[in-house]
């Protein structure tokens, strides 16, 4: 069983800031990518940010330079901190995971639960 635990969503005004956090935990050999994603209402799914186990970023343009991920191997968790939070910002974000289980030869997509961010004032 594997799991992924997100936290750290709310309420903040323009301008603020928030920091969520996503745990892996279970019974899994490796993790690779480790990833952010964010809905919108009546809006797709979009990557917002990605980090590989060797610590490679990446991040859709529109939030470069205010958001920043990071990731500890060792307790398979990473962060998302986003400064300069603008109301176009809220959505649900979802932290999503490529694992790799024992006596298993391929990567596997898992999603925690989701946690709601809302920009406004």
């Known amino acids: 069983q594997v799991q992924l635990v997100e936290s750290g969503g709310g309420l903040v005004q323009p301008g603020g800031s928030l920091r969520l956090s996503c745990a892996a935990s279970g019974n899994f050999f490796s993790i690779a990518t480790m990833n952010w994603y964010r809905q919108a209402p009546g809006k797709q799914r979009e990557l917002v940010a990605g980090i590989t186990s060797d610590g490679t970023t990446n991040y859709v343009d529109s939030v470069k330079g205010r958001f920043t991920i990071s990731r500890d191997n060792a307790k398979n968790t990473i962060w998302l901190q986003m400064n300069s939070l603008k109301p176009e910002d809220t959505a649900v974000y979802y932290c999503?995971?490529?694992?790799?289980?024992?006596?298993?030869?391929?990567?596997?997509?898992?999603w925690g639960q989701g946690t709601q961010v809302t920009v406004s004032s």
């Open positions: 999503n995971c490529a694992i790799k289980r024992y006596f298993s030869n391929t990567y596997s997509d898992y």
